[in-house]
């Protein structure tokens, strides 16, 4: 189990773009490294040389939220697109629509991907712009983010909230039906695979 996230406070970082894939977070030559750590040299690459590239900027050191437009994360389903964005500081991407298995990846790593409107989106685009210094914070148990005199309500599927408030990934879920899982392995016949147990013979059956 991971540490609950029940909502974040930091500056925020207007990414003025619309269906950011995957390959454009983070190129496809750099997923050949090993581990979820050492991406942060990686993430939006190929826009680096870009003199409005928001990141580089001084202003947005160290923010932690990103703003970006629709279809952000559509693609290739590589989690080191998640990685990549969690390395560079990021605990929070706000869009009005994310890829679903980005989403699903960034709820897996405890990223949080909050859903708002275009306009919300746009407003916060101006106020990241016009004063960078301004603090938003993504409420998860109110689902509601502030920034300043924005205050807006935002949109997240249950499960997903769940799992953050909750510091539970998919194997901390599965595992807490574990009773249930034991009780229906000891009813199957003897004669039918199973799930091994600890403390079953090495070499035993154990496709479920």
């Known amino acids: 189990m991971g540490d609950p996230v029940r909502s974040h406070t930091g500056r925020a970082v207007p990414l003025r773009r619309r269906s950011v894939d ?3 977070i ?25 003199p409005n590239y928001p990141l580089a900027k001084p202003e947005y050191a160290g923010a932690s939220v ?3 437009g629709p279809e952000f994360g559509i693609g290739s389903s590589r989690e080191h697109a998640v990685w990549a964005l969690w390395d560079s500081g990021f605990r929070v991407i706000i869009a009005p629509s ?3 298995i980005f989403r699903a990846n960034a709820t897996k790593n405890m990223l949080i991907t909050a859903r708002v409107d275009e306009d919300t989106v746009a407003q916060l ?3 990241a712009e016009d004063l960078p210094e301004t603090a938003v914070t993504v409420d998860l148990t109110a689902t509601r983010l ?3 005199p924005l205050v807006r309500s935002f949109e997240m599927d249950s499960y997903s909230r769940w799992q953050l408030i909750n510091g539970i990934d998919d ?4 595992l807490l039906h574990q009773k249930a899982i034991a009780e229906y392995e000891d ?20 496709t479920a």
């Open 22 to 24: 995957t390959d454009q």
């Open 26 to 50: 983070i190129p496809a030559e750099f997923c050949k490294r090993l581990g979820r750590t050492g991406y942060a040299d990686t993430l939006f690459f190929r826009w680096r040389d870009d």
């Open 66 to 68: 990103l703003v970006a």
């Open 98 to 100: 994310f890829g679903d």
């Open 125 to 127: 685009w101006d106020l």
């Open 146 to 148: 502030q920034a300043g």
């Open 171 to 174: 194997i901390d879920s599965t």
């Open 187 to 206: 009813r199957r016949p003897s004669w039918l695979p199973r799930v091994s147990k600890p403390g079953d013979p090495v070499g035993m059956e154990t």
